[in-house]
């Protein structure tokens, strides 16, 4: 049975030497060495270096989301409501990945890296409960939309890229321009009542 301490104690060193060099030129016997366990034996947590690299991505940024998908049960707050909430979600992890880049040390192609990574984490762990929050509101008719998932997959892509802003560099108007754009066509494309999302683009 895997041992949890070896686990973190991999993702640990990995953690440690991304402070010291490029993903590229960290070494899967490099990480076993600064865990102080048998490279082998990180083939039995972690089927390559790619795999600790996103969980050490999941690991940083999974509070938020563990918050976000609880949501997705909670069937007596209504889905609009749920919606904000889990959008903050994720503009709260955003923000810790924001603060993470701020003070890594890590070059240019590595943070370009990490953030792609980080961005496939957060779209496909929060669609899911996004897609369930919409579908229970159409399905009380509280939200008016035929495509769930896609809803979903479109909102947290938009989100995430503008909250982290990394891909395309906006100015702190322009991504409130488009977070209000964003927060217009969604009132205005599934019924949502107007003024029900607009905390989102304000709150930064």
Same mark, same amino acid.
Not at 84 to 107: D, E, I, T
């Given at each position: 049975?895997?041992? %949890? ?12 030497? +991304? ?5 590229q ?5 490099? #990480? %076993?060495?600064?865990?102080? #366990?048998?490279?082998?034996?990180? /083939? /039995?947590?972690?089927? *390559?270096?790619? !795999?600790?690299?996103? !969980?050490?991505?999941? =690991? ?6 563990? @918050? ?11 889905s &609009? @409501? =749920? $919606?904000? $909430?889990? &959008?903050? !979600? ?18 240019v192609?590595? $943070?370009? &890296?990490?953030? +792609?990574? /980080?961005?496939? &984490?957060?779209?496909?762990? +929060? ?5 369930? #929050?919409?579908?229970?509101?159409? %399905? ?5 939309f035929?495509?769930?998932a896609?809803? %979903?997959?479109?909102?947290? #892509? ?9 891909? !395309?560099? *906006? ?8 977070? =209000? ?13 107007t003024?029900?999302?607009? /905390? +989102?683009?304000i =709150?930064?």
């Open positions: 049975m895997p041992d %949890a301490g070896k686990s973190e104690k991999i993702l640990d060193a990995l953690q440690e030497l +991304l402070e010291e060099k490029s993903i030129n960290v070494s899967v016997s490099e #990480i %076993a060495s600064k865990a102080g #366990i048998g490279k082998g034996s990180i /083939y /039995y947590y972690y089927p *390559s270096k790619e !795999a600790i690299v996103d !969980a050490l991505i999941a =690991r940083s940024y999974e509070q938020p989301l563990k @918050t976000a998908k609880a949501l997705a049960s909670q069937t007596g707050v209504s &609009f @409501t =749920r $919606m904000a $909430m889990l &959008f903050q !979600a994720c503009q709260n992890s955003s923000a810790a990945f924001v603060k993470h880049k701020q003070n890594s040390s890590s070059g192609e590595d $943070m370009a &890296f990490l953030h +792609l990574k /980080y961005l496939n &984490f957060v779209i496909s762990e +929060l669609k899911p409960a996004l897609t369930e #929050i919409i579908s229970q509101g159409i %399905a009380c008719g509280e939200i008016h035929d495509y769930p896609a809803l %979903a997959e479109i909102a947290l #892509i938009v989100l995430s890229v503008k909250m982290t802003n990394s891909l !395309a560099p *906006s100015t702190p108007e322009e991504v409130s321009d488009t977070l =209000r754009g964003l927060i217009s066509l969604l009132e205005k494309g599934t019924g949502v009542p003024g029900a999302l607009e /905390y +989102l683009s =709150r930064k």
